[in-house]
């Protein structure tokens, strides 16, 4: 009786140490899947829409474009858009230009872009009460402009304008695109170029 007694304590040790064997297991299971969505979820790109808006004729009507191809460097891991999107630094794909008109982007392309020096990136400074630095390098020039942001559930939306002439000299670049389009343009374009981007959260 005593052997049969210590026997159904032995299994139930061991049924015991096996339970708990087992649910120690599942909880550490649970903490690596939850600590790998959690880096999933940090490392989760942005998406990003990257727009410009040029203007033509006497009345300044507006020219909409993209760029398609760029890449960004950010804090992926930032709390907040401020944290994610405070100095983050881009780069642009400037023959990526995209205005939905493929005759167009090449004219833009070709006479525009092409005639720019090197590249196109940047940086952004500290996202502050709706007003983040923007440094923009086009034509191996580098300014730095004021953008406005503002923030809608999960989507900061930023606005900026640039001058082609003014504040990045690209005469040549600037006289080829209003000599390509003088016709169509009325001989009227601006230089102001106007600058919008979204970024989900």
Known sequence: ?????????????????????????????????????AKAESNKELAV??????????????????????DLEYNKDGQTPEEKLSNLTF???????????????KTIVDNFFLNLK??????????????????ISMNERSVTKTFEYDIKDDTVYFKGEIDI???FMAET????????????HLDKTW???AIEVSVKM
């Open 1 to 37: 009786m005593k052997k049969l007694f210590l026997a159904i304590c032995m299994l139930s040790l061991v049924a015991c140490n096996n339970q708990q064997k087992q649910e120690k297991e599942v909880t550490i299971e649970k903490e690596i899947i939850n600590e790998t969505d």
């Open 49 to 70: 829409t990257l727009d410009w808006i040029a203007y033509k004729f006497e009345e300044k009507e507006a020219v909409r474009g993209s760029f398609t191809d760029f």
């Open 91 to 105: 780069k642009v794909d400037k023959e990526s230009a995209n205005t939905n008109d493929a005759d167009r982007d």
């Open 118 to 135: 090197g590249d196109i990136h940047g940086n952004l400074g500290e996202l502050k009460d709706g007003k983040v630095p923007v440094t």
């Open 165 to 167: 002439l003014e504040d």
């Open 173 to 184: 670049a600037f006289n080829a695109l209003h000599k390509a389009c003088a016709l169509l």
């Open 191 to 193: 230089t102001d170029v």
